[in-house]
C-alpha cells in the first residue's frame, strides 16, 4: 500500500514522463513534430514554449532527460508536496520564455533540458533561501549528486540548447527566491 502512495506523490512527473515518450514514439512516424520546437523570437515559435519539454531529437536524448527528470523531479515533489505541480508549469513556462528570447537565431530549441535544469537550480538554492533544515540537506545533496551539470549552461555545443540550461537553471533560482519571500 505505501509504494502506491509513493505513485501517487510522483504523478506529475509521471504524467510528463509518459507524454514525452507517448510525443516521442509518434516522432518517430511524423518528423515534423519537432517543428513544434521553441524558434526563437519567431511568433510561430512561442508555441514551443509548451511543447518543447515533450519534444527530444533521438532515443539518447529523451533517455538522458528521463533519469534527469525522474530523479530531480521526484526530489522536488519531496520538498514541495502539492505545490510541486505548479512549480514545474512555471518553470515550463519560464525557462521556454527565456530561451526564446535568447535563443540562437535559425535554430529550434526542443527537449525538457530547460525544465530539468530548472528544477535543478531550484533545488540546489531553496536550502539557501528557506533555511530549514529539511531544504539545506536537500540542496547539499543534489548539488554534490548534480552540480557537475551547471556546466552545460556554457555554450560549448553547438548541437545543444546551452540558452534552455541557462534560462532553466535561472529560472529555478528566481522561483525559488519568490516563493520563499512571498
Same mark, same amino acid.
Given at each position: 500500500m505505501?509504494?502506491i ?6 504523478r506529475p ?18 518528423s515534423g513534430l519537432?517543428n513544434?520546437g521553441?524558434i ?26 528521463t533519469?534527469?527528470l525522474?530523479v530531480?523531479?521526484s ?8 505545490r510541486s505541480?505548479l512549480? /514545474?508549469v &512555471?518553470?515550463? @513556462?519560464?525557462?521556454g520564455s $527565456?530561451?526564446w528570447?535568447?535563443?540562437? *537565431? +535559425?535554430? %529550434?530549441?526542443?527537449g525538457?533540458?530547460?525544465?530539468i535544469?530548472?528544477?535543478l537550480g ?5 536550502g539557501i533561501f528557506r ?5 539545506v540537506?536537500l540542496?547539499v545533496?543534489?548539488?554534490f549528486l548534480?552540480?557537475g551539470m551547471i556546466?552545460?549552461? /556554457?555554450? &560549448?555545443d553547438? @548541437?545543444v540548447s546551452?540558452e $534552455?540550461?541557462?534560462?532553466?537553471f535561472? *529560472? +529555478?533560482? %528566481? ?5 520563499t519571500k512571498?
Open positions: 505505501k509504494g502512495g509513493i505513485l501517487k506523490n510522483i512527473v509521471l504524467y510528463i514522463l509518459s507524454v514525452m515518450w507517448i510525443v516521442f514514439i509518434l516522432s518517430l512516424f511524423f519537432k513544434y521553441i526563437p523570437r519567431d511568433i510561430s515559435g512561442l508555441k514551443g514554449i509548451l511543447f518543447s519539454p515533450f519534444l527530444h531529437e533521438g532515443f539518447s536524448h529523451i533517455a538522458a532527460n533519469v534527469g525522474a530531480l523531479g526530489l522536488l515533489i519531496y520538498l514541495e508536496g502539492k505541480s512549480i /514545474l &512555471v518553470l515550463v @513556462f519560464l525557462s $527565456g530561451t528570447l535568447i535563443g540562437r *537565431s +535559425g535554430s %529550434i530549441h526542443i525538457a533540458s530547460g525544465l535544469y530548472g528544477i531550484y533545488l540546489i538554492v531553496a533555511k530549514d533544515i529539511k531544504s540537506i540542496s545533496v543534489v548539488f548534480y552540480g556546466f552545460g549552461v /556554457l555554450p &560549448v553547438s @548541437f546551452w $534552455g540550461h541557462l534560462c532553466g535561472l *529560472s +529555478g533560482i %528566481i522561483l525559488a527566491w519568490f516563493l512571498k
